[in-house]
């Protein structure tokens, strides 16, 4: 699913802070999270997206990034 602001309340986060990152994005940004249930959303990983998506619309260019492949194995470089 595309994360929306409309369905935040259906997306795991690790905690408050990551919520409102990943809200700002979402509201603010033409950024495309898709999320797939049952993976948490960290702070780190939300402040990366915001970051990437934040240049992304500074830059005029596009920004997507997917959870499905995410591992906490994996750097988040893999997720781009």
């Given amino acids: 699913m595309i994360i929306t602001k409309n369905n935040l309340n259906e997306v795991l ?3 408050h802070d990551a919520r409102l990152l ?5 509201t ?4 495309n999270l898709y999320y797939y249930h049952d993976i ?3 702070v780190r990983m939300a402040i990366d997206i915001y970051n990437r ?3 992304a619309d500074e830059e005029d260019s596009f920004y ?3 959870f499905l492949s995410y ?4 750097s ?3 997720l781009y």
């Fill in 13 to 15: 986060f690790e905690n």
């Fill in 22 to 26: 990943i809200q700002d994005v979402v």
């Fill in 28 to 31: 603010n940004t033409s950024a």
């Fill in 40 to 42: 948490e959303i960290s």
């Fill in 53 to 55: 998506a934040y240049k």
């Fill in 64 to 66: 997507s990034v997917s």
């Fill in 71 to 74: 591992s906490g194995k994996h």
């Fill in 76 to 78: 988040l470089a893999g």
